[in-house]
């Protein structure tokens, strides 16, 4: 990560916390038709995150373990090729990979939560995203190292194309600059086909609000 100047109380390994001027206004997966606000303080970053498309909280923190730095936040989304069943059966089936990406080992096999070692469930439900009927699935999750934090599947039909179903996972790990949780929903219900003017319910922007 990039030294932080003396004195600066930044908390980030990136270059900067500061979104350019010029940055999107909004997270696109092109491949699956969807589009969504990007909220206050995030960004959809350079580098590819678990190849899929995603967006970031422009803030983050040094990991509990092993050094590197963590996002506070994070939503991915992505085609579920293997996907079999209903939207709640795939949800269901998708929440526990989802809790592992985020919260366990990565690609090159480390841990920097020290891995996922319990979790709860908080809620699972249908919900409505870019018009689509979907479910979703959301966890507290407990690691080895550190806070936990959350976690959350949603699954529904891809608004384009023969409607293969599409998997958003969203990740935010506690803390104090932890996005609060109800910014899972305002997200989810913001979701809308690429090119269309209103999501599920959402305006054009969303406010940060953290909790803590």
């Known amino acids: 990560p990039a030294q932080q100047p003396p004195g600066s109380d930044a908390p980030t390994g990136k270059p900067s916390d500061a979104v350019p001027a010029d940055a999107p206004a909004e997270f696109v997966d092109q491949l ?8 206050d303080g995030w ?7 678990f190849q899929a498309a995603a967006m970031t909280t422009v803030a ?15 939503v991915s989304s992505r085609t579920l090729t293997s996907g079999r069943g209903t939207p709640e059966q795939m949800a ?9 990406e985020a919260f366990g080992k990565d690609s090159l096999g ?6 996922v070692t319990s979790h709860k469930v908080l809620d ?5 995203a870019a018009g689509r009927t ?3 699935v959301r966890w507290q999750v407990t690691t080895g190292k550190g806070q936990g934090g959350y976690v959350q599947s949603l699954v529904f039909p891809s608004p384009a194309g023969d409607g293969a179903p599409v998997t958003v996972r969203f990740a935010f790990a506690a803390g104090e600059g932890m996005p609060k949780l109800s910014l899972m929903d305002e997200i989810t219900r ?10 599920g319910g959402v305006g054009s922007s969303i406010a940060p609000g953290q909790d803590g």
């Open 32 to 39: 699956n038709g969807i589009s969504m606000p990007l909220p």
């Open 43 to 49: 960004e959809v970053p350079e580098y590819g995150v």
């Open 60 to 74: 983050d923190f040094r990991c509990p373990e092993g050094g590197r730095y963590c996002d506070y936040g994070k």
């Open 92 to 100: 269901k089936d998708d929440i526990a990979e989802a809790a592992e």
């Open 110 to 115: 480390v841990a920097p939560y020290g891995g």
């Open 124 to 128: 699972q439900r249908q919900a409505v």
């Open 134 to 136: 979907g479910y979703l």
């Open 190 to 199: 913001s979701i809308r086909p690429i090119g269309s003017a209103t999501g």
